[in-house]
């Protein structure tokens, strides 16, 4: 059961003032999220940009891995491992790993840290640009960098939030998903970056009606947990196109926020 968690009103609004309410979605490895078709207007590139909420609940496990977002081909696998650390990995068909930036023996996500702001940029065209950072600090390790190599989005199908087909049925909260090839490298190093996402006192950003407040443009998938959003996860408020839950309804759950 998906449950549509409401949260209070403690974002910060476009510009850093104001407020806005915002919700959460429980995944609980009972239903999954998924888009059999391709993102629309996905083509491949050297950069991305990822960045979302996650909250390990009382009864989560923190031993077990956990699916966040995978595609069909594995083109994109965003985990939360078993032992904490968040790992995202972008592939090419031909050429294999791009880009496997996780957290291992920088930093963890586990249930006693409460609700965690995770952002991810990379570009392959430039040595050393691959960045995660966790509640505004860099938490950086950077397995596998392909020098130029291409992150193959264009064509990738069966794109699937909360998929526990593998084992370890997944048992997270997650709010404000956003991801996207961007124009240009989004430098995390630089702390006004982080902020569009993540406000300098820790709380969620409102990012516009379409996620395009950050960098300017649509991402292909924001899911915006905000009222006139996407609380029940199926509205893609990206250009991507939208997503279908898959083996029951979404129904509200308890208060809870980043």
């Given amino acids: 059961m998906l449950l549509n968690t409401v949260m209070g ?5 476009v510009g850093g003032g104001g407020g806005f309410t915002y919700y959460s979605t429980k995944f609980d490895g009972v239903d999954d999220v998924r888009r059999g078709a391709a993102l ?9 940009l990822c960045s979302f909420w996650l909250k390990m609940p009382a009864s989560s ?3 077990t891995d956990y699916r ?12 939360r491992k078993g032992g904490g650390s968040v790992r995202l990995i972008v592939q090419d068909d031909a050429a294999g790993y791009v880009v496997w930036i996780d957290t291992i023996g920088v930093t963890t996500v586990l249930k006693a840290d409460g609700w965690t702001h995770m952002i ?6 430039t040595a050393g640009r691959g960045k995660m950072y966790k509640n505004g600090t860099d938490a950086t390790h950077l397995d596998t960098f392909t020098l130029n190599a291409l992150g193959d989005w264009n064509g990738a199908t069966n794109w699937s939030f909360g998929n526990g087909d593998d084992g370890g049925a997944p048992d997270f909260l997650i709010s404000e998903f956003y991801l996207t090839t961007p ?3 989004f430098d995390l190093t630089n702390s006004a970056n982080v902020q569009k996402f993540r406000s300098a006192g820790g709380a969620p950003v409102d990012l516009g009606s379409d996620g395009s407040t950050p960098t300017g443009t649509a991402p292909l998938i924001y899911m915006r947990n905000q009222v006139g959003g996407s609380p029940t996860w199926t509205t893609n408020q990206g250009t991507g196109g939208n997503f279908t839950v898959t083996g029951g309804a979404i129904t509200d759950g308890g208060v809870d926020k980043p």
């Fill in 9 to 13: 009103i403690s974002g910060v609004g």
């Fill in 40 to 48: 629309t207007g996905a083509a491949d590139s050297k950069l991305g």
């Fill in 61 to 63: 496990d923190d031993a």
């Fill in 68 to 79: 966040i977002l995978v595609n069909n081909n594995a083109s994109f696998s965003l985990y």
């Fill in 120 to 125: 991810c940029a990379w570009d392959t065209g």
């Fill in 183 to 185: 124009a240009a490298y």
